[in-house]
């Protein structure tokens, strides 16, 4: 059974920068599309980025020119650089494959914009 873990993110002032981390127990991630998806409160979970195994990446509108997702195959991880940070960039977010989910959720890493 795969597991994620999420980490990197906290409480944040607007303008703040994060990274975050999703680290995986298998290799068999280097062959996924993987993604970033959150969950503010009272929300669906979203995609926010995605990268593919060939280093392609999209982004949705709401952070596209802030993020950027990135992977490290050789450490089984992908990582979410977030920058110039909102308050409605407040949410839990949560990595896993892409468009499918083909691993268990992990518990996600908070991120909380606030002055």
């Known amino acids: 059974q795969v597991q994620l873990v999420e980490s990197g993110g906290g409480l944040v002032q607007p303008g703040g920068s994060l990274k975050l981390s999703c680290a995986t127990s298998?290799?068999?991630?280097?062959?996924?599309?993987m993604g970033w998806y959150r969950q503010a409160p009272g929300k669906q979970r979203e995609l926010i980025a995605a990268i593919t195994t060939s280093y392609t990446t999209n982004y949705a509108d709401s952070v596209k020119g802030r993020f950027t997702i990135s992977r490290d195959n050789a450490k089984n991880t992908i990582f979410l650089q977030m920058n110039s940070l909102k308050p409605e960039d407040t949410a839990v977010y949560y990595c896993?494959?892409?468009?499918?989910?083909?691993?268990?959720w992990g518990q996600g890493t908070q991120v909380t914009v606030s002055s």
């Open positions: 896993n494959t892409y468009p499918n989910f083909y691993f268990d």
């Open positions: 298998t290799s068999i991630f280097s062959i996924y599309t």
